[in-house]
């Protein structure tokens, strides 16, 4: 009897990841998940759209191969100005609140761009595009995984990053659908014109403003909750999951009270009693600054400054080559159309290609730019729809063998593989080729990040992963931008001098990769 008056003893005061556990795991989650999956959808389909818009827009904004890659790289910066951002608004607000507002921004920023007219009121709009996904992009995982046990945490995100490849594949649909459609090219003035692709940016805007319906109904993260001093508020958020998945009155919830990490070495117990009122014995603000640069000393000092160096240069490299290849596909495929309709039973490859369009003669050059105006070969909206089909059997393949083959052993196979189909590109004679090249270039690129995040956790202590991460995908972001002002500037004249940096950076990624070392989650550090 005594015992089992310790054993509720226990689970009415416990930690997070206790009560979090007997809120239950079933119905809640997948519920959250497929709303999840589709905010995460959304964001996938906002950050690529500019790769159909690149073709499309060329003659309206009279855009050169440098403007195009300043174009891409745009959203870019914006996302780099706008994670630090929402991160502290997510910090200050609540990361429902923020994935929120992040994605009416993005909404607006779309409609906005569809309409202006200049091409530099269109960067700007699209800037702010990639301020605003960022946010939702960023944030969406930890809002998710606030709601997992550390038993269903890993699967159930790597499920969620499935989506990202449904929005690749739903973004040629789109495009196809609204871009070679005349209907959708009304003329409404001389000064003003809303053509077809105009339309495609607005359109892409629209899932944003859907997808906030879906997360409303949902709650606020009740980690959040706890550490924002709101405990009464994390305790009804975690006793309507266990309704929801038990079925059982929320009175039958066991815990009462909650014990949270705190910053610092301690813990800090929260409650809250039968009148609601909430105690919390915090840590000073003296302590908290003090954690605070104990964690940052011990990034910047071996071994972890010499992995997190490491990290970011896997990261700046891989998203120098899949970011830019990714948004300049549906251009490449639009210039092997063209070559082959200029140069028919010709073979060529991708630089041999760009070379010859850039230095055709001006009135070839002329009725190329008319040809344009009026449509993109439907052989592009197929063409980029098979890439994005290609990913997924990765993304599925990843998920389920990850923990067999190693996150570490998968990391090395996955850069140097996307190290050679990056170079081969130089090797392909014709569309079709290209196609199968870029094909097995994307199944493979596309998960890679996912993997290097997972080794990041590994390798690097709870108290500095986050800061880690945080650093690599900032570097990852530079990398893009890099890569696309790199690829724009290049692929007329020069076009094998970016693709042979591609294929340089995966495989040198790859090589020092095995160098990491090997970790397991019960030898990390506390």
């Not at 969620?160 to 449904?166: A, D, H, I, R």
């Not at 070679?180 to 899932?207: E, H, K, L, M, Q």
Request: negative net charge; hydrophobic residues 50%; contains cysteine.
């Amino acid at each position: 009897m005594e015992e089992q008056a310790e054993s509720k003893e226990r689970v009415q005061r416990a930690p997070f990841e206790t009560a979090l556990h007997h809120a239950g795991y079933g119905c809640f989650q997948w519920l959250l998940l497929m709303s999840c999956g589709a905010i995460y959808a959304v964001c996938a389909l906002s950050t690529t759209t500019l790769s159909f818009v690149l073709p499309a827009a060329e003659n309206d904004f009279n855009l050169t191969s440098s403007d195009k890659g300043r174009l891409t790289a745009t959203p870019l910066i914006g996302m780099c100005v706008g994670s630090y951002f929402w991160g502290n608004l997510a910090d200050a607000r609540g990361r429902k609140m923020a994935i929120i507002g992040a994605l009416l921004l993005d909404a607006t920023a779309a409609f906005l761009s569809s309409v202006v007219q200049t091409f530099s009121a269109f960067l700007a709009c699209r800037f702010f595009s990639g301020f605003g996904i960022i946010g939702a992009t960023g944030l969406i995982f930890p809002y998710f995984g606030d709601f997992l046990s550390l038993r269903h945490r890993d699967v159930m995100l790597c499920r969620l990053e499935v989506f990202w490849t449904f929005g690749t594949i739903l973004l040629p649909g789109i495009a196809f659908l609204i871009i070679p459609d005349p209907r959708f090219n009304w003329a409404i003035g001389p000064p003003f014109s809303y053509t077809s692709w105009r339309v495609f940016v607005a359109a892409c805007g629209i899932p944003s403003l859907l997808v906030v319906l879906l997360l409303i109904p949902f709650p606020e993260s009740p980690r959040y909750l706890l550490y924002a001093n709101k405990a009464e508020q994390a305790l009804q958020v975690l006793q309507r999951i266990f309704v929801v998945n038990t079925k059982l009155h929320e009175k039958d919830f066991p815990v009462e009270s909650m014990i949270s990490a705190g910053e610092g070495e301690e813990e800090e117990v929260v409650s809250a009693d039968t009148n609601g009122n909430e105690t919390k014995t915090s840590l000073t603000w003296g302590q908290r600054w003090q954690a605070f640069w104990v964690r940052k000393k011990m990034l910047i000092t071996p071994p972890y400054i010499g992995l997190l160096v490491l990290c970011c240069f896997v990261d700046f490299g891989l998203m120098f080559s899949y970011y830019t290849l990714m948004m300049w596909f549906p251009d490449l495929f639009e210039r092997f159309s063209q070559f082959s309709s200029l140069y028919p039973d010709t073979s060529a490859g991708v630089c041999e290609v760009s070379f010859a369009l850039a230095n055709h003669t001006s009135d070839v050059t002329s009725s190329v730019a008319i040809h344009k105006a009026a449509s993109i070969d439907d052989r592009v909206y197929i063409h980029t729809l098979v890439v994005a089909l290609s990913c997924v059997p990765t993304a599925l393949w990843v998920g389920l063998t990850i923990n067999i083959v190693g996150k570490k052993l998968m990391l090395v196979i996955m850069l140097i593989s996307s190290g050679l189909a990056a170079l081969g590109l130089n090797l392909v004679r014709s569309s079709l080729e290209n196609l199968i090249l870029s094909c097995v270039f994307e199944a493979i690129v596309s998960c890679t990040e996912a993997v290097l995040f997972c080794v990041i956790c590994e390798i690097f202590p709870t108290k500095v992963a986050a800061t880690a991460m945080a650093v690599t995908v900032m570097c990852g972001r530079i990398g893009a931008i890099v890569g696309n002002v790199v690829f724009g500037a290049l692929v007329d004249e020069h076009c094998v001098v970016p693709i042979y940096m591609f294929g340089t950076f995966l495989i040198t990624s790859g090589l020092l990769c095995i160098i990491l070392p090997k970790s397991t989650r019960p030898e990390r550090h506390p």
